[in-house]
Every structure is written in C-alpha cells, then in structure tokens.
C-alpha cells in the first residue's frame, strides 16, 4: 500500500505536463467544461475534482492514474504563506489591507451584519482592452450570509 | 504647535457623526461625488483627500477644521492586522489564500509576467439579486503592468 | 462630537455593572428575551444589539445612552489573541487542534466538500450532571455550506 | 533496527487504503466498537490504539504490522498550524475566537472557577435535518474541573 | 458607573503597598491563611479571591474597596510573554523545553495516557540548604487524568 | 567519511527498540545507574551521554554503534516548538505561564536577586497516590544563583 | 523634571508646522545646508541633530525648545515595522527581497567577502523625467567593508 | 512525465557550474547580452528568461535542458527569509528601515501620491572609487506610478 | 496608594536629567562607585539598585524620591525587542548569529558540558586606540556552569 | 553537473572528522594559523576558507575534495534560529537583550553616533581562572563607525 500522490506533487506534474503539451490553462478548463479560475485552482490542488474531470485532464495531459487519484482528493486549503509574497499574489493582500475595513462598512450598509460566502462563490478574471494598458478584471461573487442564531 | 489629528482618530469622529446624522457611506460619496468604495477607504484613513472634498464631507457632519485637516494627510496605509481576522474580511483573505496562485498563473498566462496593479487601480461593490439569496459582488479593476527592465 | 464608546470600553462597563448590580447573563439574556451565549457575545463586543435591546440592558444595568449606542455599533469581531492562552479558553483551542482534522474528514464524509457555517450558526451550552463530576456541554450548531461554483 | 512508522506516514496509508476499499470512516469506526470522533482522530494520529483495534484496522484495510504498531504509538497531539487555515477547520478556529471569552464567562457562571476538561472528554457530530438546509451539529462534553489547590 | 480596576493595576498597587508597608509575600499569606504560591499569584492577577481574603489584604496593605473589588474578579490568566523572557522565569521556560518531551515520556509510562491537570494543581517553592550554595525546590503537584472518552 | 547520526534519529531508534524490547524508561535508567529523568531526556537527545552509558544503553537495546555514537554527541538542546503544544507537555508551559511571575517573586523574595539555575539543576518525576486519584509530582530542585557582578 | 520629548512626538510637531506653514521638506534641508534624505529622516527621528541644526529648523517653523532638545536625542533607530507595510514604502521591501541576493552576489564578485556599510553611506532621491512617465531614482551609496580579523 | 526541476535546484546547478568553469555572473551576463542585476536575480530563480537566454546560459555552463526548461519557468519571486539575515544583505533591509518613512515623504512632496514601481523597474550597481575605501553604489530606478481611481 | 513609577518612566527621566545636567554615564558610575555597564544598565531598568545608590544617584540628578524608589525595585528584564533592531545594538546581534555555534564548540571543548553564565557575569566596554580607526572592546566574563545533575 | 556539497552538510562532515581523529577546534586552527574562533566559524559554514585553508583542513581531517570546494563558497550567514534558543548560546542571546541598549549609551558616550563594526572585528575565547570557578572570557572587538553622511 502506498499513500495517495500529494497534491502539490500532483500538482507539479500537471504543470510540468501542460508546459510541455504546449497547453494553456484555458483550454484545459473548456476541455473538461468547467470554470477557468476554479479548474486552476483545482489543478493546483485547492478543489477536488470528480472522477469524470480528473480523468479527462489526466488524458490531455498524458498523466496516469495516479495523478487523477489524487487530483480527486479532499484537499486541505490554503497557500503556502511563502506564495503570498510573490508580487504578483501580493497586490491581491494589499488590496485587502487597505480596501477590506471599507467593504466591510458597504457591507453592513447594504446587506447587514453578515459576510459574503467564500464558500457559495465564485471568482472571475479578465482583460479589459484599455488605451493606457490593458487591465485586470478580477470579480469576486459569493451569497450573502447574514448573522442568523 | 499641536500634532495634526490622527488618521484614526479622524475616523472615528467621521464614523460617530455618519451614524448621529443617519447618513450612508453611499451619501457621503454621492454628495462629494467620489466613487463609493474610494470614499469609505479615505474616511477610514488610507487616501488623503483634496481641500475640497475634506470640506464637504466636513460640513456634510458637523465636524470641524481638525478633522478636515486630517483627512487631507497623506496616510501610511495599510490595515491593522487585528481587523483581518473580523469575519467579514477574513473572506477576502480566505479568497486570496486559495485562489491566488491560480489568479497568478492565469495573469502570467493571458499577460505574460507582471502583475495588476494596486496603485493604478479600483474597486467596487454592488448587490447582485438572485433567488437563492442575494449575491456580494466586488469588482478589482486594476492595469497590467508588465516586469519591464 | 466625540468618537463612540468603543466596545470594549462598553463591555467593561457592563461587567461592571453586572456585578454590582449581582445579576447574571443568564438573567440579562433571558429580560431581553434572547440566547445566552449570543447576548453574552453581544455585551461582550461581538455582535451588534438592537435599539430595543441595548435600552433593555442599559436600563437594567442603569448605563446611560453613551453605553447603549455603543451596544448597537457593528463590531470587529474576534477575541485580543491573548485572551485565548486563558486556561478555560485554550482547552476550546485545544480541542479544535487535535480534533479540528477528524472533524473535516467527518463533514466531508457525511455532507461532501464544505464547511458547517460560523455565520448561520447558534452555540449552546448546558450543565450535565454526571457521578463523577458535572459536565460541560457545548454544542455548535451551523448550517452545512457546499463549495457550490 | 529501524525506527517505527511515524503516525503521519501510517495516517496518509490509512487514508489511501479507505479510499481503496471504499471504505468510510463510521464504518471503520463500527467495525472496531470505539466512537466516530474518536476512531477518525485516532487513524489521523490523535490517540493511541490498543493492539486489538490496531490489529482489527489493519486486517479491515489490508495494511500491515508496521502500521499496526505506529498506530499502538502514544502520540505528540495536536494539528500541524497550517490545517488550521483550511476553510472547513477554520471555521471551528473563528468560533472559538467569537465565542470563547463567552463561554468562559458562561462556565463561571454555572460551574465557578475551572475549565472543561479538553482529557475528560468526548466529542460528537450529527446531521440535523433542516429545511433551509441541513446543518452540522457538534457537541463538546469534558468533565468540569475546578481550580483546586 | 465605572468599569472594575483591572487586576493588573490591582497588582501594581498592591506591589507598591507590600514594599511601603515592609510585608513580604510570605506574610500576605499567612495573615489570609492561604497558600503561599497561590497567594501570591492571586495577588498578582491569576486567581481571584474570596470576598474575605480580598478584604483581609486590603486592610493589611490599606488599599481601598476598588482594590478589593478588582482581586475578587474572575481572571484571564497567563503572562504578559515579554514577562516570559525575564532570566529569573526564563529558567523555567528552558527547563520545559529541555525536559519537556521526557517528562512526557514518563507519565505516560507511569500513568498511561493523559496529563498532569494544570487545574487540580498545587505548586510549592522552598529553599535547600547545601554546602555549595542553597537550592530553590519548586514542587508542581497535579491530579493525573487520563484520556477518558 | 559519513556525518553522526543525529540525536532525532538515533532518539527514534532508541524509542522502536524500546518498545520491542518492551523496556521501560525507568529499567533503562536502572542499568545505567542514572537519574530516571536525565537518562530519558539524554536518549531523547538533551544530554550528551559518556562512552560506558552510551555503549551500555547499545548492548541492552540491540543498537550498533552508529546509535552510540550519537549518544556521545554534545546536543543543541531544547524541544521542537512544536511538541510544547502537546497537551501532556503544555500543562507545564501553562504552569509556568500562570505561575512564573508569582515564582519570581518568592525566589527574590527568599533568595534575593537572582535565579534557580536550570544548569546545575536536577528534576524528579513521582506519582503521589491519592484517593481522588494519583498526582503526579515533579520536582524541580536548581542551585540558587544571584546576581553577582 | 520632565522626560524629553520623544522623538515621535517631535516628528508629529514637526510635521503639523511644516503643512501649516506651507514649507516643503526640501525647503527645510536647504535652509539647515544638509542633505535632502538626511534630513527628512532626522526630522522624522532617525538622526541626531546638532544644536545648530535643531535650533535652525525649530526657529524656521516656530516650534520650541522642547522640540530642538528631542531632535538632537540619540535615536533608537529604526521604523515601527506596521510602516513597512505601506505600499510606497512595501516597493523597497520587496526589491530587497526580489533583488537582495543578487547584490549579495555581485558585491562579492566585485569586492571580495564583505558588505556595502548602511552607516558610512548615503542615500539620495532624484526624478528622472522620461516620455512614458517620470522616474524615480534612489541611489544608495555606502563604503565597502571586507570582513576583515 | 517528471515536474520540471525546481528553480532553487537550477540555481544551486548555476552557481555550480559557474564556479567551475571560473565564469563571473558579469560574464554571463554579457554573453547573453542582458543587464548584469537582471541576469543574476534571473539565475538565482526570481526571472524567467527567454528560450534563447536560457539556451545560451546553459551552453556556455555546460548544463543540459533540463536546467534551461526550469530557468524559463516563470518564478514565485522573494527570498527566502533566512537570506534576509545574512549581513550583507541586511544593510540593505536596515537601510529600507531606517530611510523608508523618509523616502516615502520626499516620493510624495516631489511627485503626489503613489509609489516607485517595482515592476517597472531596473537595478544597478557599481563600485566607486574613493581614497577611504571604494564604495558600493546600488541604484533603484522605478516608474512614479499615482493613486489613480 | 500610587503605584510606583515604572522603571521606565524612571529611566527617561534619569536620560532627561543627566542630559540637561551635562553629566556622563561614566561620571555617574564613578561618583557611586560602581562599574560602568552595571550602572548604566542599571539606570536604564535592568538591576535594582541599593537604597544608597539609588540616593545618591537622584541626589546628583536633583531626582526625587519617586525615581529613587523605582530604581531600587526588582526589575522584570530584557530589552523591548523594537530596541534590539535599532543599528548600534543590532551589531550586537548579529555577532551573537554569527559566532554563536562556534563559541558553543569552544566552551564545550576548553570547558566540558555547560554554560557561560549570564548571571554570576559582569560585562565591560573600552576604547582601543587603533591607526585605521578607534575600536570599541567589549569583554563578557561569566562563570563556566557545567551541566551537573 | 552537481550542485556544490551544502555548507551545513560540510560542516556535519568536519564535525565527524574531528571527533573520529580525536582532533580540537584548537588544535585545527593552529594547523592552519588561523585564529581560534574564526576557524571554528567558517567551519561550521559562517566564513569562505581559502584554497589553502579548505585543502589544509580536509587532508588533516581526510575528506575529500568536494568538502574542500564547499569550504571555500561564500556562506549565507547567520544561525538557524533554533540553535539560539540552546542554553549555551541563550545566555550570550540573554546578555544582549539585558545589556545591548547600555552598551549602546556607552558607545555613544564614548565614540559618538555609531556602531561597533560586526565586519571589520573579531572574537576571542579564554578560560581566566578563578577560585570561584573558572571564567570563560570573550572579547568583541569592532572597528567603530561613525554615521558618516
């Protein structure tokens, strides 16, 4: 008996495969029908996927079984601290730095005391053609959770 | 000579005088016409605002000079650690510790390596209706900006 | 215009008074006719009272208005970290460490991959009798939340 | 002489072999007598077995006396700080943090001075049927210990 | 109505009234009957005391009521941890890390699986004579409590 | 030319063939004619062992020399921070958070300014029997040491 | 007797007078003759002034004695580590942390085993106009020391 | 399929391979024709280089493809803290301390406010000679990017 | 009843005293006779002093007996950790991280199993004259402690 | 290609070495005239060696070519942080936090507005006897620097 693949070992795979297949993440998410962000997430080992997905992306990826068993496990969630501070995930912290205590009072004022669910939610990203430069267009959209006793 | 108020103080006397009048965030930033999600950071101290705006909000609530002379300050920003573990923004962080480097890899892949910007950069918040419950959207806008040597 | 009495100034207020008045929050809760764990949280600066009930508790524990404004304001919820090394608080922390992981295997297990909600959620706590020593008994109730894209 | 299996090596072995056999943690637990809670702890490295359930495990998940024995081992307990972060822990590790100075109060007030044994102890969780939604239930139940000198 | 004084104000004035008045702690102790290491951590914030004992010592050191009512309180115990580092206590810090892990060992060899209570607990100081230079003996003496589900 | 093995590994040698051997602490302790709680913490790997211990210690458990060695090795000591969350090993921390100031003062009391030595210093571990259960009893016994310029 | 002023305080002062009178930090530098980096950073706390110096700037911006003996005050060096955090303090941080070790490696390639001193140095400020936007240019200039023994 | 090598692991084969062959990083440097801080920070794995770069640095070191594949991978850039305490680079982070809050006034006095971009940014250095001893002069040249909404 | 004055605020006083009565440390030191360091350290909060001293110490800095009492109190010692990054002490840290593994050999090599001790330790600084530049000398001279059960 | 043998794997090996040929710290530096502490350092990785020095220590000690090389790499400096908290070296971290902030007035007293060099600076170890028990002596002594603008 041998213990499950790791999900970052797993993880390492895929992304070593995709360089290598010339793939983008993009398409590996329409080859299996699923959102773009969560199929990222979930092939870095943030989601489980179902027997059907891990299959599929084990396939386009020339990957075997071993990989997609553990592409269908439970994750346990969250980034490596250490990845927070790669500038490129570091400007996504600041923002909640110095942007998070006023969506928390529109928030409140809009909906109540309560939280948008990180959990009933989903995450969007885009380019938007911009004359100064394109831009990055990330959209959060999770239920509201009012406190309820 | 006396120190001018500090940012923190400054918020407050916004936050206890926006309640006494019954006013909204969102009528304070109509009623200088900033966008709403820029307003409520600058009166809770992490932008600085123009003479202009400073007096408006300040005669809007009943505060006086100190205050208005405050909220012009250029502020250190930034949150106290001790507010992101507050539920409500806890969630955001939650958001970015596991969809982050999924985020990353799709900025590298649609842009090549950069970031978006946190500077050159908005956000926004708005209530999506749905029948399952009504849906927290929040919309980070921010430019792409390429590693350029 | 003065800032609002900060929570934790009012929570010390109502302590106070509680004791020297020689009323207990079970008393409290039950006068204004809500749960004692929730209006124990609520004097205690976590969750936001109604008018109605913060002129309850004010006038019970004869607190002026300075107080019951303070009740009403939306907290920043979560405890000053140094208050959980407190023995009868750590024992709680204690128990989420070595029996937090078998309890995920368990939701995951009985409702598929999520969360019990912390936000749609009651908590109780009951004196059980016992030969060998009364029991403490906590029980946690929330609702189970899907990841649901 | 080799050293014994260390209790994290046996637990990823547990977990590939359920998975394996399609097996769930309450039918394992049934199958060796012990509680839920405890029986899931115990295999994730939380208690120690007695040589019979380790014995029984084993023969139920085909594993072999190496992992019997690791899992007889008296364990270093509690949960490695990065699982706290997971989303479906966390939201355990939130409600002690809302709701721990609260309780603490509470146990006071009933019982006087102590704790709830976290060693006394016992632990449950249950599907409550709801129509919003059904929810999880989680009961703490350790033995009142007084402070006594 | 003003909040209680709070226990560590109490034990700044109860030091300060110790050394005016020429009683060491031994003397407290005595004159309330109580313990000598419980006393003095009582006195110092960790335990609160019996409406008799509280007004034992005030009279004794000529503190007021407020005093009084303050040592009386129910406590949040633990050290400030830059008190931790103080040589005189960090010398029991480092033996904890040193022995720690054996004395671990041992009770579980002695008394199987469990713990020595921190709570059905005494500890003791005294001073041994020796021709090389006199001893400090701390005696920590607690209920052993075995994991019981 | 091959690094000594290290005092982790050769502790966790020592434990497997502890266990197989089914030795106790306290018989390991006796052959050597050493202190029960120096000889457990030496094996773990706190204290440097002489030749003679090293090599008896070896020929009781069946290990090679390679362990010896080891046993021989003048240590970096202190534990892993994170077994000190270990609830057996924590009580003692909690202790000497709850304690430690009150001790400082009694040792400056009774000794004057100084410390107890945790170098020539010795600890003992016994069980006390009780009718309302065993107690375990430590006793930390180290030389007075003032401070002496 | 009065403690002197802490130089927080000062640079709080000083900063409230030089806004009110409209004067730039440059213009400061210039009135004392000493560099433009240097003496932000001594009038933010960083570095003793001399008598001249201290009495130059307090009589250029009416602030009194009080304030001139705090600015000629040995520091403590170093800022409050919430500032670093700050985004347009946060881009040097991370430039250390991206570009760090390969000054490491070029300073030991061009000068041999050593360090660039952050005492015999200074530091200067400059805008570099360029058509896609103006520059900032931070130029760090300090005395190679070798390890020398 | 293997994950591609890691960049740390590429990195220690540079270093390696560099050593060996008595190349400088100037060297390299310039026979790939790009600046000399880029192409180091680049190697030690905090830049990805193009196919040609990397094909031509492992051409001249003699190291095969696999190490070229890992060299245009793109990096999850920032040091590993403990580099950050190595002296030579930790005059530069007390240099970020000590000067930060000053520089971060003069960036706001001379351009409003915003930041220097450290992404569109370059570094330099060079030796400066000097009758006390040559100096190491670093300059950071960034984009003045505004808060703009 | 007061509390006495904090050893702190006593210390900013004896700065504010000693600056503004032109005296030195080491005119200090002298004129109660007692060593540099000591009284230096002494003054600053970390050694209690004898009535005698402290009288005098305030008699010569027109102190009054407020001063004079807490500096004859038992200190709780250690340096703010914020002081030990400050630039002058931080060298002092840094020698420690360097050298301190090494020194560790040494004193287990010339002394056997043990300890320099800190305690039963005095510590002394000098001017060494030097052509290159004045070096500063400082001598820690502790009792060798042999670990000794 | 291989990378470089680490430095703390080098310096296991010489640790083996030494302690298998019966050799000293002592009497290796005197083999390679070098001063005592700095030898020791460098071997256990915290200074380059030269050539002559790497091959001089590797023949004495009979290790091969591959320790020599990692000998003679430039080290990141500095220790893991848990070899601070052994007691050995503990107490040199203790008797700066107790003493750094007075040294620091000495220093400025004695030299000006400075640092002792950690660079430009050595160390050394004596035994003084004394018929208290013998002293370990150690001497730091570092150019002074002056902040020179």
């Given at each position: 008996m041998q213990?499950?693949?790791?999900?970052?070992v797993?993880?390492?795979?895929?992304v070593?495969a995709?360089?290598?297949k010339g793939?983008?993440?993009?398409g590996i998410?329409?080859?299996?029908?699923?959102?773009?962000?969560?199929?990222?997430?979930?092939?870095?080992?943030?989601?489980?996927?179902t027997e059907?997905?891990?299959?599929?992306?084990?396939?386009l990826?020339?990957?075997d079984?071993?990989?997609?068993?553990?592409?269908?496990?439970?994750?346990?969630?969250?980034?490596?601290p250490?990845k927070?501070?790669?500038?490129?995930?570091?400007?996504l912290?600041?923002?909640?730095?110095?942007?998070?205590?006023?969506?928390k009072?529109?928030i409140?004022?809009?909906f109540?005391?309560?939280?948008?669910?990180?959990?009933n939610?989903?995450?969007?990203i885009?380019?938007r053609?911009?004359?100064?430069g394109?831009?990055v267009?990330?959209?959060?959209?999770?239920?509201?959770l009012?406190?309820?006793?």
């Open positions: 213990p499950i693949l790791s999900k970052s797993a993880a390492d795979l895929v070593a995709r360089i290598c793939l983008t993440w993009a998410a329409e080859s299996i029908g699923a959102p773009l962000v969560w199929t990222t997430a979930a092939l870095l080992g943030q989601h489980p996927m059907e997905q891990a299959a599929a992306v084990c396939a990826l020339d990957l079984d071993t990989v997609a068993e553990s592409l269908r496990l439970q994750p346990s969630r969250g980034a490596d250490a927070l501070s790669d500038p490129t995930v570091y400007r912290v600041e923002a909640v730095s110095v942007y998070g205590p006023a969506l009072e529109l409140h004022e809009e109540g005391d309560g939280i948008m669910s990180a959990i939610f989903n995450i969007d885009a380019r053609p911009h004359p100064d394109d831009r267009v990330i959209t959060l959209d999770g239920k509201f009012d406190y309820r006793w």
